[in-house]
């Protein structure tokens, strides 16, 4: 099965090129918990043209639950909104934190992904994708990704995010992988 995962979906632009290109893919899932993107008009337009598309309205984690989200409440649909705390970029509020669901994305990984299968993951979670890659790397998870496109934001945050770390983990594996740092 070729599969395409759209981990900070945002807004479905990256959904809907993709898909437009690569006519190939058998299921997208696209995971956003931003309920205030997935009412972008750009989600009508991508359902509306593709069938194939799982909307994931969770954050992509390392545990399953709730969380807290931050954003900026003068923009809701902006792409600064995250996860962790202390990140300088964004005018996020922090003080009133909207909590969504998560969920464990390596655990989900190994439970809706086979070895069989191409997968092709974006990851652009806005700082959280240091602890997704770490608690991948950990549990197998990243040997069922075969090309990989992430943006790492470590220097967007008021603390040392662990990019040499990670740059390490997924230089280890045989994943055709893209980078791009903020």
């Not at 943006?151 to 980078?179: C, N, R, S, W």
Request: include cysteine; charged fraction near 25%; hydrophobic fraction near 35%.
């Amino acid at each position: 099965m070729n599969v395409y995962i759209d981990c900070g979906a945002h807004i479905g632009k990256t959904v809907y090129e993709y898909l437009a290109v690569h006519n190939e893919v058998d299921i997208c899932y696209a995971i956003e918990p931003c309920l205030n993107c997935l009412q972008d008009p750009m989600w009508r337009k991508t359902n509306n043209r593709f069938e194939n598309i799982e909307i994931i309205e969770d954050a992509a984690w390392v545990y399953d639950g709730e969380i807290h989200f931050y954003m900026n409440p003068k923009k809701p649909c902006s792409q600064s909104a995250t996860v962790l705390l202390n990140k300088c970029t964004g005018d996020l509020d922090y003080s009133i934190p909207v909590d969504v669901p998560c969920f464990d994305f390596s655990d989900w990984c190994l439970h809706h992904l086979s070895k069989t299968d191409y997968v092709f993951l974006k990851m652009d979670i806005e700082g959280a994708e240091y602890e997704v890659i770490k608690k991948m790397h950990k549990d197998g998870a990243l040997k069922l990704i075969d090309k990989m496109y992430i943006e790492l934001h470590g220097d967007k945050f008021d603390q040392t995010m662990p990019h040499e770390e990670v740059m390490a983990i997924l230089d280890g594996y045989d994943i055709e992988i893209e980078v791009a740092t903020h």
